[in-house]
Nanobody
Framework: QVQLVESGGGSVQAGGSLRLSCAASMNIDSISAMGWFRQVLGKERESVARITSSGSTNYADSVKGRFTISRDSAKNTVYLQMNSLKPEDTAVYYC?????????WGQGSQVTVSS
């Protein structure tokens, strides 16, 4: 079982930046992949960014060039740096970890971008 604790959400104006953090309860080098999803009320949860244990990353087309996912193994933490935020980035962001073929989720962090 992997516990994920998120922090860093909030409200910002369009063009601003936020950084989300996701602290895991175990050594993240043992976790196959971690990432961030987001969900708007009434819509499906969508993948935003993903990073594997080897450091490979991929991003949704809508955030490429604006968001950066990174990891700090010493802190067992994954980050999502979000720059040039747009109102359409408003959502609840969830940290995700794939460990032993089982998906684990954080509690969710609200990100609100006003125009």
């Amino acid at each position: 079982q992997v516990q994920l604790v998120e922090s860093g959400g909030g409200s910002v104006q369009a063009g601003g930046s936020l950084r989300l953090s996701c602290a895991a309860s175990m050594n993240i080098d043992s976790i196959s992949a971690m990432g961030w999803f987001r969900q708007v009320l009434g819509k499906e949860r969508e993948s935003v960014a993903r990073i594997t244990s080897s450091g490979s990353t991929n991003y949704a087309d809508s955030v490429k060039g604006r968001f950066t996912i990174s990891r700090d193994s010493a802190k067992n933490t994954v980050y999502l740096q979000m720059n040039s935020l747009k109102p359409e980035d408003t959502a609840v962001y969830y940290c995700h970890a794939l460990y032993r073929f089982i998906a684990h989720w954080g509690q969710g962090s609200q990100v609100t971008v006003s125009s």
